[in-house]
């Protein structure tokens, strides 16, 4: 964001001829060194760089938590954060909204480190989730016999009524919205729901013998999870 004033990059609604996001770089950097573990660096405030107009904005705290995510879902193994400014220069410029969305992520980053760092559970590409948007993307772990689909909205738009298709689930399966109190079905192999700009529905489905439930309806989009606390990292392991 602040560096080139490009939020197009990250946005899967724009098109730019050359889009770079988190996620996309750590998979080039992943590729180029046959495979090595990638740490990805997420920007928080604004730089106030010296080749950038003045009043180009810093990273607000829907983008900052789409990269995050968008990094993870790609493959990521750590994460850094860049609070800098500069001119004048500021080791911290972390804004306090940041901030709060930091403290949310970064606690649910820990309670999912053992998720995360699972084995994918969908190695064949023919088995990838699948969505009805091309705005959003995830990833899928197993653990023991619990599966969780990690789901991105990588835009800036408001998506009502998006299909994620889920291989092998047949109809009438619990879905659970980890952190949202709330459950969905599956219709044939899928279920439906909505998404606020740059924000993560984590589905849990239980084993085999969990039984079915009767459909809940989306949540209507609210821009963000809930956040709270004041404490930032400025790096970390991020699983």
């Not at 993307?137 to 689909?149: A, I, M, P, Q």
């Not at 789901?151 to 738009?157: F, P, Q, W």
Request: no cysteine; net charge negative.
């Amino acid at each position: 964001m602040t560096g080139y004033d490009r939020p197009d990059w990250i946005d899967y609604s724009q098109s730019p001829s050359d889009r770079k996001t988190e996620g996309l770089t750590v998979q080039r950097l992943a590729r180029l060194s046959g495979d090595k573990p990638q740490f990805a660096f997420i920007e928080t405030s604004d730089a106030n760089l010296s080749w950038t107009p003045p009043g180009t904005p810093g990273v607000t705290p829907a983008q900052f938590r789409g990269e995050i995510w968008d990094a993870i879902i790609h493959g990521a193994q750590g994460i850094f954060y860049f609070p800098q400014s500069f001119n004048p220069f500021q080791y911290d410029a972390t804004p306090a909204n940041v901030v709060a969305e930091m403290t949310t992520q970064d606690a649910l980053i820990d309670s999912m480190a053992p998720i995360l760092n699972s084995a994918a559970s969908y190695p064949d590409p023919a088995l990838q989730l699948s969505f009805s948007s091309q705005l959003l993307e995830g990833t899928s772990r197993t653990l023991n016999g619990e599966h969780y689909d990690f789901v991105l909205n990588m835009s800036r738009r408001a998506l009502i009524g998006q299909t994620v298709e889920m291989p092998g689930l047949p109809a009438g399966r619990a879905v659970n919205v980890l952190n949202e109190s709330r459950s969905l079905v599956t219709q044939s192999n899928a279920v439906t729901d909505n998404f606020a700009p740059y924000q993560l529905h984590i589905y849990n489905i239980g084993p085999a013998s969990s039984q079915p439930m009767q459909p809940a309806q989306p949540t209507q989009p609210t821009g963000s999870t809930t956040s709270s606390g004041s404490t930032r990292h400025r790096h970390r392991r991020a699983h």
